[in-house]
Structure formats: structure tokens, C-alpha cells
């Protein structure tokens, strides 16, 4: 008797789930960076039926080696562009169904164009938001935003300045500072002067946003680097600081949201991926502090005073940001080496 | 209670042969001492038969049963040790019970017997304590207790009085042979101390390097050692060499000694230090064995003194009554005599 | 003590010790000799990337004058904050151990311990509110003290010593408490009876004895120390590079494990190397 | 100086050890009732972040979790950990000082590393990852600690005990169990504390081998980092702490486990 009924209810189960097709899918992004935000996944779960599980990464390499060692277990993965060609090339993500996407019409052609995004010929991420690195001020030192990526190296704040811990972004950074092409770096060795004469100004470096709104917030720095959707979370949960774009320029980043070719729920994953475009999400997001929406519909569905219309909607600024493009290992390890010695001279 | 026999037990550590082909028993109800200077095997042996150590070779009995392939915990032994080895974290009264609650005694019947243990080493009042809290002679009544308490048929002690000081020591000793005395076990000690093992044995043991170099009641060892080793390790020895000539000994230096007759083949000659008597006249008595030597010192000891004396470089010892001394001029000549009986003969 | 080997202690030494080594073996053995190999590759050999065996990733530590560097400026941290720990650690384990009696101590004994029992980020981030400038320390100091004082110990060498040895403090404390709680009192009696001061006592019979634990507890702390990297980093700000960074970020930032693995184990080697150079003197001061 | 004086100096000594051990401790408990979610000073009160935390079951499953994990292995890493050094302090045989060596690797090789290959091995092996691979991973790097720690207490025991003990006809469990046991005691309480608290503060291993949505507390704290952690984690931790002292102090005030003599 109780057999029959188990196989029933198994059966009942099996049967309700092909009808609602309900999934489980397993998103990996970073914490905190909109996929995970309660009110989206439940959202999602309503419209949809299909439940959300998240896991994380605190690092580009830590995700594809997550990728690598866990076929099946990922529906959703967040790339940054930069890495997407590789993910590609390793076969660890599918080409993407713009079809499955009611969104998409409304991603920014030049962003849905993306070659990076585009690798082997298709879509292989979904551009989803972008952003800038560039650097913020302590609005309790400067009267006045500083205009010149030079204020890194003025005496004036030494001792005061702070750069993440990150061979890739210390380079790219002290590219712009030398007036280089962050992606094409011709001399190196100016680089590695002008980082060798940032060391002393030097506090500390910064490691994530935690640690980087605690020396804002204990009043430890004056400059310091930082992605412009971090910015804006800080500036909006009431932090002394305001995001600067320098006249020499900024890195510009853009992440996809991708699908692991070993996936078993591609329809739910593009289901979810479309929600993850929709201005809906994005405005409700942007509230909070986000980056900038890939979406040219979201993005016009902020408000006129928000941080990503304002700073990254301007066009001026936005001719002066150089996009990252893949590094190749080999010079993802010289930079390393050479920031790993800056490093230990200290 | 049971007979121990030793059977050509020989055990080696690498090497080093710890016993080589030992054979003694102990029969049922004595008491007896092993004796030997450090690293001879005495340790080794009560080891053995204790069975912390077993044999390379040979049987060993307790009773009619052959041991050597039984551990220690099966062996019904009681074991004394140097340092005690109380367990720290029992009372006294737990300590004692120990082997009993392992053999799952009942509780009553434990603590009865654990009184009786303790009252026989007259520590009845102390049962409470921890073992840090006992002076030296009360830790040794309860490593005592606590070895005899199971009834076992052997009792093995291992240098069971070194750690108490001389007054105290011989207190235990005395002890030690009563409650022996009074529970009828047969007991095996090890010690390195003569006189104790002396004192208190029935028969002893003497080893020297891994071998039973002789055993026998005491006096019987005492008086008739078999080599120069046992004649001077148990008690002290004067040794006389030199060549048989007919009924007397020729000694290196041309004086002659009567020896025991029918003595044909060469042997050493030995005499107690405390048989020999000092003259200053030489003794008229024909057979008497005397020689000549030089006082070179005397030391007075209370009741008795000793004198060293020089014969021809070789050194003699006297121990002997001070008040049966004559007054003797240092660095004078005197003569030695013995009891024809207390010459012994030490077969090469 | 018997040291013979009979059947029955074969088996008995064999009940012992197989599940814990065993376990080990298939939980770290046999991973890190998985490690021990890649350290001779040039690529990870994951998907279809290719590959080869070479010693480059051993050689590069020789080539390279950072990782040396580095190396060395860990082991020093190591020693600095071993010894530290020591001599802050003892005196407060003998006390706990010889001077508390009866139930506050195991009460004391508990407290030691639990500190550890929080997450060693979360303790950490603490620290940094403690020692920066305008902090805990300095605003506690300045509302006590009549005069002003700026303390900032945040982003130095000292912070990063302060963290780890309150990281690490427990372990020597409760390795030498072990040890010393285990010395009879009376051979300090019989000592003192024997009319040794007590320096003498100390130095001739107190830290031989407590010897064994003292030296389990700062090698539990040297090691881990050598390879860390957490505390350097968040305390140490600019001056917090070390050997253990350099591994991290091959771990972390670049997809290189062949060049961390062989990185690690250089500093298990080097670890492996200072004890065992060490033990013999260490047996000496013992006896 | 008088003993007493010298006796007064320790005890001041080893209340001022206790004050640095837990100042962080008091820091954190502190900052969980200040109103700023980045620590700032000057401290206001309040109880949000608790009230959040009451929220917030993520964090409270991921606290259970850690603890369960813990207490497991604690248990077989004390068992294991307690049973091999009492082979190789009882027994002496070849190899013994390789065993000896062997404990240094998991200690010396950083977390991350041995985390990364353990990542790598088990899932080579098939076992992938779940509760019980975070458990096999955390006995292993725990193991090594209760084996040093039980050790250095055993090196302080008088072996002619066990000898005493089997002379008076104990077998070898009833040895260990009533004469050995009781005297290590002490060392296998601290291994045990050990254990637990490698396990507890365990990123590492848990981080690569725990499922999406089983992590457990430190796997929590270490990704909350990228975003920023707000207080809610001092308030977890502070409740943690406040019970496990609970716990402690009323087991100390029943047991003998300081190794009373």
C-alpha cells in the first residue's frame, strides 16, 4: 500500500514537473552582483516556476577552473568579455539562442557586436552590464574632483592613495597614466617606472570593495581606484566619496552572462538571462548601485539624476574609456612577475 | 603460589645477547634475589619471566605451565616497580584495586580485599589519598599492596627498595620478608645491593653479562663462589694466586700456604676479609695459612675497623673487631692468618 | 619497554595507526602528490590544453630574485612571531599551569582556546578597526592618557606580527601548559631542597622538561606562519607582501598551479630543512 | 623577588594574555551593536544587524551547517588523531619518523593549495564534491593537529604505568582506556578544541568542495568579501562565541580534565 502511493506521488511529481517545467538552475557569478538579489530570483520563480541556486567566485581563473571541474553543475555563468574568448575556445560555453531572448533586441549594437562576445563566430554572452575602472576621491580631502590621473602620484596624498592588488589592473593602469594602449602595451618598462614611483604613496592596496569602503569609510585614503558600480553602491549607502574619470582615460570592462555548454536546462537558463536584461530588473538593480545596464532600454529607463546616466551616459567620457580585450597567458604572468617584484621591494 | 623454573632461556637485542642460555629455578613459597652488576641481565631476566620480554630460545615455567607464549596481563604475576609507578590520577584504595576491578571482582568483594591489602602493609588509614600525597615509604606499601592484593602466583620486584633512603631501607627490608613470610608467595627481586639480596633471599642468583653465573642459597654462594667474579662481587675478597706444589700453595712471591688437600690442578685462592686475623707475632700453629704484609692504613668504623694492608704490591683487606686489634705501628710489618677451612678454593 | 615486534603488535600498531593515515593519504597524500606532479608540467593539463614535462617552474625560483626574497622575508616573520609567541606564551602557560589551581583553570585552560573558535577574517577585520590610526587603540589610549598620542600601527610590519601572533598564540600556550602541568611538583621541591635559585630551576629543570611540548607548539605555529598570507595582506597594507602571496596569486590571479605547486613545495622543502637543521639542537638543549 | 610577588606578576601576566586573546573578540561583539555597516567610530547602538541576522536564514543555516560539520569532525579526527599517537608513542618500528615527517605537509603547504588539489583529486577519483568530501577534507587537515598535540602530552607520560597495569593482568584496551586515557586526557581535550576550531574556520576546503547552497559559514564570509560583509556576521559570531563559552565553562565546571593530579 504505502509503495503504491510513493510511486504515485513520484510519478504525480515527474509528471508535474515536465508540465510546468520546472528547474533548478545553478547560476555562478560573484556575490552581491545582481543575479542573487532576493526580489530578482523570486521574481523569477514566479514568472517562470523555475527556482534559482547561486555559487561564487572570487576571481576570473577561479571560475573557469570551476567550469572546468564541474561539467553539469552551472547554468548561468557571469564572464567579463575579456575572458569569454577563452571560455569559448576551452568549449566550456555554448553559443547563445538570441532567439530565446525577447530582450535582446534592445542590447546597444555595438555591445551585442562585441568581438569578444561574439567569439568562434556566435554569441557566446549575452552583454549584460559594463562599466568603467578608473578611481574615486575622499570628498572630505578634495574641494574639488581632480581632473588628472597625476593626483596618484602627487605628494600631497602620500601615504594617502590606495590601487587594488591586481598585477592586470596595476599595468592597464599605469598604461593610461603613460598615455599607452591599455590592450597593446609597447613599453613596459615606462610602466614599471611609474608604478615603481606609485609604490611609496602607497597605504595599501585594496583586495575587494569590502575592504575598500572600510578605508573610505575609516578615512585611511584619499585616491583610490575603483570599478564605477562599486562607486556607486558606496556613494549610495552614504560614503565621503565621488567617482572621477581622468582626462587620460579609463579601463573599461564589459561582463556577459553566458551558458556552460554542459548545461542540461538551456530553455530556463536563456529564460533567466532575459530576465537579467529586462529594464525591470535593471532599475529596481540600479536603485541599489549597479553597473551599467548592456541594455540601451534599461539604461533609458533610469532616472535623469542617476550615477550611470550621468557619469557613464556622457559621451565625452565614454570616448575616453579603452575597453579590455582577452590577455594572453604569457602576459598575464610578465605582468604578474613584474608587479610581484614591485611588490616585494617594498 | 607456584615454582618459577628457568630454562635455558637465552634473548637477544640485536646483537647483543641480553641472556645466553640461563637456567635457575625458584622454588615455590622462597624468596630470592637476582644480583649482578648494571647491564648483566638481571632486569632482563625478571622481565622475561614477568613477560614484558619475550624469549629468543628456552622455556620458562610458572607452575607446571610453560609461559613464553603468554603476555604479561595473562601470567598472574604481581610486579613491583622501581619508580612505583602509581597510577597519578587513582586514590590509593584504586590503585590496589586495579587488577582486582579488571578481573571484575565485585565491588564488594574489592573493596575487602583492598583493605586487607592495605592493613597487612599497614596503610589502612590512607585509602583516600592520591599517590602525590605519600611520603617514598608509603608509595612502596601501596605498589606493594597493589602487586599482591590479586592473589598472583609469582611476585616480582624490581629493585624494590633503591629508591628509599638507608634507615628507611632497612625497615623495609624487614617488612618486606614478613608480608612474604605471611602470604607464603614466592618472590623474585632484583637488585644491585648485596647485602639486601643477602638478607633477605633464600636463594640467589648471580649474572653477569647475560649469564647465570651462579645460584644457591646465599651462604652457599657466599662461601663457595665458583670464579674470582662472584667471589669479589658478592661480599669483598682477598685473592691469593700462585702454583700447587704438593699440599701447599706457592705463592708468586716464594711463601707457601697449606691448601685443602687432594687439590692437584692450579686454582685461585680467596679468604673474607673478616676471617683473617692480624698478629703481630707470626702464628705458631703448623697448618695454619699465614703471610706476611705491611699495615699501610687502619679505619675505625664504630664496632668494627678495617685495615688495608700491602703484600708485595698487592692489596689486602681485614675487617675485624676493633677492640680484637692489637696496637699495630703504621707502615710495620704483621702477619695474616686464617682457619684452614677459610681458605677458598675457586676452580679455574 | 618491550620494543619487540611480535605478530600481535604489528597488528595492533597497524589497528592504530591506518585510519588516521590512511585517511590523510587519500584526503592529502594523494592530492598533493597530484600537485607534485603538476609542478613538473607547464600546463595544467586540463581539456585538450597541451603540455610538458620541465623542471622551468622549479628553476624559475632560482631565476626569479622575488620569490627568494620573499622566502626569506617570511621565514624571518616566522622565526619573529614563533619566538614571540614563545616568550609571551610560556610564562602564561606555567602560570596556568603551576600557579592556578583547582577548577579555574580548566575554566582558564577552555578560555585559551575559544578565541580560535571565531573566523579568523572576521578576527582579523577586527584587528584593522583595533590598530589603525583614530581606531580602538588610539581613541582607548587617548581618553585614558593626559597627553595625545597618534597611534597608527595599521599597514606595518607590527600589525601583521600582533595578528598572527594572536592567531597563533594558543597553540604554545597549550602545548607548554601540556608539558609543564605534567612536571611532579616535587622535583621543583627537591630542587629547591637542594638550594637551586630559581632561574636555575627554571633553566635545569622546567625547560627541559616542558621541552617536547614547547616545541610542538612552535613548530605548529612556525610552519603555518611561513606560508601565510591573509593577515599580511589585510594588516600589512603595502609591507604585507610575502611567499605566500607570491603562491596565492599564481593560484588566484593567474591560472598558473605548475608554478604555485612548485612554489609550495620549495617552501615545504625550505620548512622541512630549518626543522630538521634545528632538531639536533634542540635534542642537545633537552639533555 | 618573593614567590608571592612572582606568583601575583604570572597571574597579572596571564590576565593580560587573556585581555589581548579576546580584545578582538570584545572588537567584534562590540561592532555587531554599532549602527555603521562599515565599522565606522564613533559607536551608536543598535540592534539591526541582529534583527537583520533573525532575517536572514542564509547565514543561520550556514552557521548550523559549519557547527555539525565541526562537531563531526572533531569526532573523528580527535578518535583517529588520539589512536595514532598512541602507536607511535607505544610502539617503536620502521618508518615511524616518516610518519612522524608526514604530519608536516598538510600543515606547511598553505589551504589553498592542498584545497586546490584535493578540488582536482576527488573529483579524479569520482567522489566530487558534498557534505561528505568537506567532512573527509577537514578531518585530514585536522588530523595532523590533534596528532602533534596528543603527542607532546603523551611524551609526558610514564610508560612503566602501562607495565604496571598489565602486571596486575589489564589487557590492552583496559590499559589504555583506564591508565593511558585518563592521563592524556588533557592533550586529546585540547586536540579536540584544535579540531573543531580548523574545521570551524575552514575556508578553503569547504569554498571548493562544498555543493551550491550548502556552504558553510567561512565560505560565506570570504565571498561576502568581494560586496562588503556587513555586521550581521559580528553578530553570528558573537552569538557563536557567547555559547560555545556557555558551553565550556559549565562542561569545565563538571569534568577534571585539566589534568588534575
Known sequence: ??????????????????????????????????????????????????????????????????????????????????????????????????AMIENFDDVSANMAENDDLNAGGALHGVPWTWGLTSFAINTNTFDEAPTSIEVFWDPDYNGRVSIRDDALEAVQFAAIATGQDINNIEDLDAIQVKLAELMPQIKTYWGSENDWNQFMAADDLDVATIWSGSASRSMAAGLPVQFVVPEE??????????????????????????????????????????????????????????FNRQVLGDPEVVARVQFQRPVSDETREAYLTMWQALKAAQ | MAEVAVENVTKRFGTLKALDNVTIDFPDGGFFGLLGPSGSGKTTLLRTIAGFIFTDDGTIRIGSKSVEQIPVEKREIGMMFQNYALFPNMSVADNVGFGLRVRKVSLAEERRRVGEALELVQLGQHSNRKPHQLSGGQRQRVALARAIVTNPRVLLLDEPLS????????????????????????????THDQEEALTLSDKIGILRAGRMVQAGPPREVYNNPTDVFTASFLGEANILEGAVDGNSLRLTDGDAIPIPKGLKTGATFAVRPENISITTEEPTERDTPKIQARLKQRVFAGAMATCILDRNGSTFKVISRDRDLPQLPEGGPVWLSWEPEHTITIPN | MSNMLVKQDRLRIFGLLSPAYLWLTVAIFLPLSAMFYFSFLSEVPFGDAEWNFTTDNYRAFFETPTYAILLWKSIKLGLMVTLTSVLIGFPCAYVLAKTIQGRSREALFLLVILPFWSNSLVRIFSWAIVLRGNGVLDRTLNAILPFELDINLMFSTPAIVIGLVHSYLPYVILTAY?????????????????????????????????????????????????????????????????????????????????????????????????????????????? | MSTLILKRLGKIWLALILFFLYAPILVMAFMSFNDSQYYQLPFEFSLRWYQDLAGNSEIIAAATRSVLIALITTIIATTLGTAASVALFRFEFKGKRILQVLLFPPIAIPWLITGTAMLIFFFGIGLGRGTPSVIIGHVAL?????????????????????????????????????????????????????????????????????????????????????????????????IIITISMAVMLIAARFSNFGGER
Open chain 1, 1 to 98: 500500500m504505502k509503495r503504491t502511493f510513493t510511486l504515485t506521488t513520484a510519478i504525480a511529481a515527474l509528471f508535474a514537473a515536465s508540465i510546468a517545467n520546472a528547474d533548478e538552475i545553478r547560476v555562478l557569478n560573484w556575490q552581491g552582483y545582481g543575479t542573487d538579489a532576493d526580489w530578482a530570483t523570486d521574481a523569477f520563480t514566479e514568472a517562470t516556476g523555475h527556482t534559482v541556486v547561486h555559487e561564487y567566485f572570487n576571481s576570473e581563473q577561479e571560475m573557469l577552473t570551476k567550469l572546468r571541474t564541474n561539467p553539469g553543475a552551472y547554468d548561468v555563468v557571469l564572464i567579463n568579455a575579456s575572458f569569454t574568448p577563452q571560455a569559448q575556445a576551452e568549449g566550456l560555453i555554448t553559443s547563445i539562442d538570441t
Open chain 1, 249 to 306: 582615460g579609463a579601463i573599461g570592462w564589459l561582463d556577459g552572462l553566458s551558458i556552460p555548454t554542459s548545461s542540461t536546462k538551456q530553455e530556463a537558463a536563456h529564460q533567466f538571462i532575459d530576465w537579467m536584461i529586462d529594464p525591470e530588473f535593471y532599475t529596481r538593480w540600479a536603485e541599489d548601485g549597479a553597473p551599467a545596464s548592456a541594455n540601451a532600454a534599461a539604461a533609458a529607463a533610469l532616472p535623469e539624476d542617476a
Open chain 2, 163 to 190: 629508591a628509599l633512603d638507608k634507615s628507611l631501607r632497612v625497615d623495609m627490608q624487614i617488612e618486606l620478608k614478613r608480608i612474604q613470610r605471611e602470604i607464603g608467595i614466592t618472590t623474585i627481586f632484583v
Open chain 3, 178 to 287: 601540556l608539558a609543564l602541568q605534567a612536571i611532579d611538583d616535587s622535583l621543583i621541591d627537591a630542587a629547591r631542597s637542594m638550594g637551586a635559585g630559581k632561574i636555575t630551576i627554571l633553566r635545569r629543570i622546567i625547560l627541559p622538561l616542558s621541552l617536547p611540548g614547547l616545541l610542538a607548539g612552535a613548530v605548529l605555529i612556525f610552519v603555518p606562519v611561513v606560508g601565510s598570507f591573509m593577515e599580511p595582506r589585510i594588516l600589512g597594507g603595502r609591507v604585507g607582501t610575502y611567499y605566500g602571496t607570491v603562491i596565492e596569486d599564481q593560484f588566484v590571479a593567474v591560472f598558473n598551479w605548475p608554478l604555485g605547486a612548485a612554489l609550495s613545495f620549495i617552501l615545504l622543502a625550505v620548512v622541512l630543512v630549518i626543522l630538521a637543521l634545528a632538531s639536533p639542537i634542540l635534542r642537545k638543549a633537552q639533555t
Open chain 4, 142 to 238: 585536522a588530523l595532523p593537529y590533534v596528532i602533534v598535540v596528543v603527542t607532546a602530552r603523551l611524551a609526558t607520560f610514564d610508560a612503566t604505568l602501562e607495565e604496571a597495569a598489565r602486571s596486575l593482568g589489564a589487557n590492552s584496551w583496559t590499559v589504555t582506556r583506564r591508565v593511558t586515557l585518563p592521563w592524556i586526557t588533557p592533550g586529546i581535550i585540547a586536540g579536540a578544541l584544535f579540531a573543531f576550531a580548523v574545521s570551524f574556520d575552514q575556508f578553503v576546503v569547504s569554498y571548493f568542495l562544498s555543493e551550491p547552497g550548502d556552504s558553510t559559514l567561512p565560505v560565506l564570509i570570504y565571498t561576502a568579501i568581494r560586496k562588503g560583509f556587513t555586521p550581521e556576521i559580528n553578530a553570528i559570531s558573537t
